[in-house]
């Protein structure tokens, strides 16, 4: 079963501090890797995709990762409380009859505090 | 760009009447859309899989009879839920995938629905 796992938090930070998002997958195969951001009541909104090891940098946010170990991360800096919203990972995986899936894990809710 | 748009973004309707959901890319061509339910305090969990032209593919649990996918054009798909129970209240949001960005996916603004 190809699974996205996440730390369901609350993660908590104070403004202005880099809050650190991780993710795991199962599916050593998988080549495209996601993150969205959804606040509470609405739908979820892109705001990075990362295919490559290593980081990808867009603004305050940084995606890293490591396909060896099956890892992914999402860093925001300077993180402001406008950012309080629950981060989802989402992983293509590849299916064994042909096609693939966008498979989300379950989301951290992260939580900037003043 | 790469917007999705959903109409209505909210719907109340009565036991055992039909509801019907629209989705709309607004600046691309999507080959795929996706529908997607998502509970309270849930992830979100897809539903089944549109392509243009052809049949959904309904995943696992999903009842294909009662929510009937039609993916018409590259701009429209709908989601007909059909004898809607209260059990059936939940956000359902659809995603398009961009023919020229392969892989990402974009969600529309999503449609609460509320069955008394």
């Known amino acids: 079963q190809k699974e996205v796992e996440q730390n369901s938090g609350p993660l908590s930070v104070p403004e202005g501090a880099i809050a650190s998002l991780n993710c795991t997958y199962s599916?050593?195969?998988?080549?495209?890797f996601f993150w969205y951001r959804q606040y509470s009541g609405k739908s979820p909104e892109l705001i990075m995709s990362i295919y490559s090891n290593g980081d990808k940098e867009d603004g305050r946010f940084t995606a890293q990762l490591n396909k060896a170990s099956q890892y992914v991360s999402l860093l925001i800096r300077d993180s402001q409380p406008s950012d309080s919203a629950t981060y989802l990972c989402?992983?293509?995986?590849?299916?064994?009859?042909?096609?693939?899936?966008?498979?989300f894990g379950t989301g951290t809710q992260l939580k900037v505090e003043l | 760009g790469a917007v999705v748009s959903q109409h209505p973004s909210r719907v109340i309707c009565k036991s055992g009447t039909s509801v019907k959901i629209e989705c709309r890319s607004l600046d691309f061509q999507a080959t795929t859309m996706f529908w997607y339910r998502q509970f309270p305090k849930q992830s979100l969990m897809l539903m089944a899989t549109s392509n243009e032209g052809s049949k959904a593919t309904y995943e696992q649990g999903v009842e294909k009879d009662k929510f009937l996918i039609n993916h018409a054009s590259l701009t429209l798909s709908t989601l007909t839920v059909t004898s809607a129970h209260p059990e059936d209240s939940s956000f359902y949001i659809c995603?398009?995938?961009?023919?020229?960005?392969?892989?990402?996916?974009?969600f529309g603004p999503g449609t609460r629905l509320t069955v008394t």
């Open positions: 995603s398009a995938r961009d023919l020229q960005l392969a892989y990402e996916q974009y």
């Open positions: 599916d050593r195969g998988s080549q495209s």
């Open positions: 989402a992983v293509e995986f590849i299916l064994t009859g042909g096609g693939n899936k966008l498979t």
